[in-house]
């Protein structure tokens, strides 16, 4: 049983949990879509949806706990403020979202997962393996 287990430690030491908590919101802030492996997608949502509603409302204190939060990384912590809080203003919260991927990766079968934002940037291309995966969530919540 699990009863009052809250975090997934994902076979690693806390400092190493740590840098991968801030890697992987910085790539999804930088890029809005990353592919990784479900569990680590799942461990990884709450971190970001923080950073976001952080971002809601710019503030001196939200920027510096935001540049705490995410290691010093400028860059992102600039879209944040700049692109993303903007955009989910007034959306009260599930500002990502996690699909399934049908394939497993080839190396060890894991389970893979697109992890990205809600709503999406203009512009955006068209994969046809990302349309596979959202039409299968869409199967599958359906």
């Known amino acids: ?8 430690k994902l076979s690693r030491t806390p400092a190493h949990r740590k840098a991968l908590a801030r890697n992987m919101a910085a790539a999804l802030i930088e890029h809005e879509r990353i592919e990784t492996t479900l569990t680590k997608a799942k461990a990884h949502r709450p971190f970001v949806e923080k950073l976001v509603t952080l971002s809601k409302e710019k503030t001196l204190h939200n920027y510096r706990r935001a540049l705490a939060l995410l290691g010093n990384n400028k860059a992102a912590v600039a879209k944040l403020f700049d692109v993303l809080g903007p955009r989910f203003l007034e959306r009260p919260g599930g500002y990502t979202r996690v699909l399934k991927m049908a394939k497993p ?17 203009e512009g955006e291309e068209f994969s046809p393996e990302l349309a596979a995966a959202e039409a299968a969530s869409a199967e599958v919540t359906a």
């Open 1 to 8: 049983m699990r009863h009052r287990v809250k975090t997934r």
């Open 105 to 121: 990766r080839l190396g060890d079968n894991a389970p893979r997962a697109i992890f990205e934002f809600v709503e999406r940037s």
